[in-house]
């Protein structure tokens, strides 16, 4: 299986950008792992939030193929604790998902037409983080669930 992480915006936090590289480093020992960065959307500011919303979904469902499995990571999804979370990547592991894809949405949320294409939504917190810190959260809960996976000393229960 391979694992993709869609973002939208880049990262300006050199310190957050230099961690999110030392977790995908690790996880290549587990899994083929991807982030693909969908750009910032030009003259943002003078789009609504509908239209925003709107010109970000789409260019995030270009993204997907029809065989990859979308979850959003999105504030009203289920919540897991990390062992839970492992046990997620493992059952779509074992389901046979060629590719399963997370997607941080814009600063808005998701279009309709993204919801109605992911499988699923996952919450993280219910808490508002930066979305480039949760980059960062993300990666290394996806590492930290391959190491409880293997029973390996990086988790501590």
Partial sequence: ?????IVVGKTDQQA???????YLKRLRRYV?????????????KSLSQMEQKSKEGALI???????????LLDEKGSKYTSVQFASFIQKKMLSGIKTLVFVIGGPYGFSDEVYQQAV????F??????????????VEQVYRAFTILKNEPYHHS
Wanted: proline share 4%.
């Fill in 125 to 138: 917190s219910s808490m508002t983080f930066s979305h480039q810190m949760f980059r960062l959260f993300v």
């Fill in 120 to 123: 699923g939504k996952i919450s």
């Fill in 1 to 5: 299986m391979k694992i993709k992480l």
């Fill in 32 to 44: 083929s792992f991807e982030i693909e960065i969908i750009p910032d959307l030009k003259n943002r």
């Fill in 16 to 22: 957050l950008e230099s961690l999110v590289d030392e």
């Fill in 61 to 71: 469902l270009s993204k997907i193929k029809p065989s990859e499995a979308l979850y």
